[in-house]
């Protein structure tokens, strides 16, 4: 379980967090929502261990992330995996190296590292395309072996960042589908998403950041129903000039 607490986050004079709490039960997909610049990409560095809060508790399977020296904190990396925005395939390697990148740092042998790129190629749907490198494929297949090389990890939690943006309906579709299918596989998922339509598709509960807190969370019908003005303008696209929506 994933648990924030009242967390603080600033850069500078800018606060971006300012009380924030969330909660992320084990077998869900939490769907993280907001306007450009509300956050949310903070809190997925928060709970990796990536940058440290301000103040507040920012807890993974009750280990108060901070508090982690650096051998603890490389350990609790190891259950989680990151799905980035633009993929950040390296392109001087081919889909497999890129895969594999992770499961050497785990130290496992050549034998399952081979058995682990094609079984998470084959949950993707790209089967044989081991030697090809990330100039050959399109964007949603670049983004599939992002989510392929997440999987192969074999991590509790996965965080997607914008895992569906820029991409055509279709492929946003496929995406979808496979952000759901990994949580069947057991992983826990918080997806960072602007998509109103992927958030209602793969997530079990949805949580909008506003003005640095919770404004407010339950599942997709729920926020459907909605009578908060603030998450009734952002589900229907409606600008709310209160926050700098960008």
Known sequence: MIVLRDVYKAFGRKEVLRGFSLEAREGENLILLGASGSGKSVTLKLIAGLIEPDAGSVKVDGQ????????????????IAFVFQFAALFDSMTVEDNIRLGLKRQGLDDAEQARRVRESLEVVALPGTEG???????????????????????????????????????????????????????????????????????????????????????????????????????????????????
């Open 132 to 246: 090809r490198f990330p100039a050959e494929l399109s964007g949603g297949m670049r983004k599939r072996v992002g989510i392929a090389r997440a999987i192969a990890l074999k991590p509790k939690y996965i965080l997607y960042d914008e895992p569906t943006s820029g991409l055509d309906p279709v492929t946003s579709a496929v995406i979808d589908e496979l952000m759901v299918r990994t949580r069947d596989l057991g992983a826990t998922g918080i997806i960072v998403t602007h998509d109103v339509r992927s958030a209602f598709t793969c997530g079990d509960r949805l949580a909008m950041l506003y003005e640095g807190a919770l404004r407010a969370s339950g599942t997709p019908e729920e926020f459907r129903q909605s009578t908060d003005p603030v998450v009734a303008d952002f589900i229907r696209g409606r600008p709310t000039l209160s926050e700098g929506v960008a």
């Open 64 to 79: 108060e992330v901070p508090d982690l020296d650096p051998d603890e904190l490389a350990q609790l990396r190891r259950s």
